[in-house]
């Protein structure tokens, strides 16, 4: 029994290395004499090595020549060109190409002239819109002078057929169709009753046909219209135009006057188309833009 204890506390002070003690269990003894305790000691012996293992001492290694790496960048040094060299294949994938991975000058030259292109052509594009504009609107502005001359036309045209009043401060005495023991028959024209030398004025544009006394109707002028019309100025005190005048539109040709069958100063108008028979002068000044 004591010899059996002394064997198991020799090899411990033998493997100084390592203080930690082999667990046992209590009361337990070995089942053979000395030389199987031995074998025993013998094969747990391996477990408990102090010696590092191999992939442990490269991974030192290379932590110590790293730590010699950054030291050497600290003084300034610059470490050897085979320890940062890129392996060839390093090299040649990042040869030519940028940091967004563009690979080689070629590409990006291609991607800038096609981004050059879409812009010229934009441009080309604008400026073929603004043309196009600017024609049509060329042709708007002409066609809006096309329309303002005729609408010029038209309003000198409108003006030269529009008559106005034969003449001013008057008040209508008698109108067309009334009947009276003044008249042999009914009444055929216009009564514009003012003082008499009252300025009496052409209604339109026309030329001068007749003047001339004309027994009932005293002195009586009478202007034709292009249109053929005739309009007779009767009871006038005074003719101011001849035979062949051409007047136009609010041109003096008289004054009124109580020459003929009249019971006061007036001017009688009587409107004959086409030189026929006498109208209602009312409606034809109405037409043509007046009210008397």
Not at 42 to 58: D, I, K
Not at 107 to 133: F, H, V
Not at 165 to 172: Q, W
Request: aromatic share 6%; net charge neutral.
């Amino acid at each position: 029994m004591g010899n059996h204890r002394a064997d198991r506390r020799g090899p411990q002070r033998a493997d100084a290395v390592d203080p930690t003690p082999v667990r046992t269990t209590r009361g337990a003894r070995p089942s053979g004499g000395k030389r199987k305790a031995t074998k025993h000691r013998a094969a747990a012996a391996p477990t408990r090595s102090v010696l590092p293992a191999a992939p442990t001492m490269v991974g030192a290694v290379a932590i110590l020549a790293a730590a010699g790496g950054a030291v050497a960048f600290g003084q300034g040094q610059l470490p050897a060109s085979n320890n940062i060299a890129l392996s060839a294949g390093q090299s040649d994938a990042l040869n030519g190409t940028d940091a967004f991975g563009f690979a080689g000058g070629d590409a990006r030259a291609e991607a800038i002239s096609r981004d050059t292109d879409r812009q010229a052509q934009a441009d080309a594009a604008d400026k073929r819109l603004k043309a196009a504009l600017d024609e049509q609107s060329q042709q708007r502005n002409a066609q809006l002078a096309q329309l303002a001359v005729s609408a010029e036309r038209r309003a000198d045209q409108i003006a030269k057929n529009l008559w106005v009043l034969p003449t001013v401060g008057y008040h209508l005495t008698a109108r067309f169709g009334q009947s009276s023991g003044l008249w042999s028959h009914l009444h055929t024209g216009l009564d514009f009753a003012a003082p008499s030398g009252t300025p009496i004025f052409a209604v339109a544009n026309g030329v001068v046909t007749e003047t001339g006394y004309d027994g009932a109707y005293g002195n009586k002028t009478v202007e034709t219209l292009p249109d053929g019309t005739e309009i007779w100025y009767c009871h006038q005190s005074t003719i101011g135009v001849n035979v062949g005048d051409k007047v136009i539109q609010s041109e003096q040709i008289g004054t009124v006057g109580s020459t003929g069958n009249v019971t006061g100063p007036h001017v009688h108008i009587e409107v004959h188309p086409g030189g026929g028979d006498p109208v209602d002068p009312y409606p034809e000044f109405v037409y043509h833009g007046v009210t008397p």
